[in-house]
């Protein structure tokens, strides 16, 4: 999904693909930084496409940042029988990701449906609201 930088969960065999994805992801913090950095600072030409911070959704966030989090990691859900649940991480994954037990997981997310078993959480994965990334492109280019 838009905004998700979570190579983990898409479940990827070893091989180039997931090395590329994981490489891509560890480079994100750099390349928001810069980016924020230059829409930061742009003038009143590009200043109209940053994102509008009267929108309800602004999270309290600046105009030119763009809602990366790094924080927290991302949990992929299972239920009985489905591939999640029977998936294992690739031997380069293993060292960081983590299986949560059903009680595990419903007291990590307390929301999630009682049908959840377990899942697979990994902490280095993140995310970015891609509307306000768009917008912050567009301001910086």
């Known amino acids: 999904a838009a905004g998700m930088l979570a190579p983990h969960s898409e479940r990827l065999p070893s091989g180039p693909l997931l090395d590329l994805c994981i490489e891509s992801r560890n480079m994100y913090t750099d390349f928001v930084r810069d980016i924020e950095g230059i829409a930061s600072k742009c003038g009143s030409d590009a200043f109209q496409y940053l994102w509008k911070k009267d929108l309800e959704d602004s999270n309290g966030l600046e105009p030119w940042e763009v809602g990366y989090a790094a924080t927290g990691g991302f ?7 489905d591939s999640v649940a029977t998936w294992s991480p ?13 009680i ?24 970015v609201d891609a509307r306000r990334l768009t917008c912050a492109l567009r301001a910086a280019c």
């Open 75 to 81: 949990l992929a859900p299972a239920f009985a029988g």
């Open 90 to 102: 690739p031997p380069q994954v293993q060292a960081t990701a983590k299986w949560l037990d059903d």
């Open 104 to 127: 595990q997981v419903h007291e990590m997310e307390p929301s999630l449906h009682p049908d959840v078993i377990g899942a697979w959480w990994f902490p280095e994965d993140a995310s």
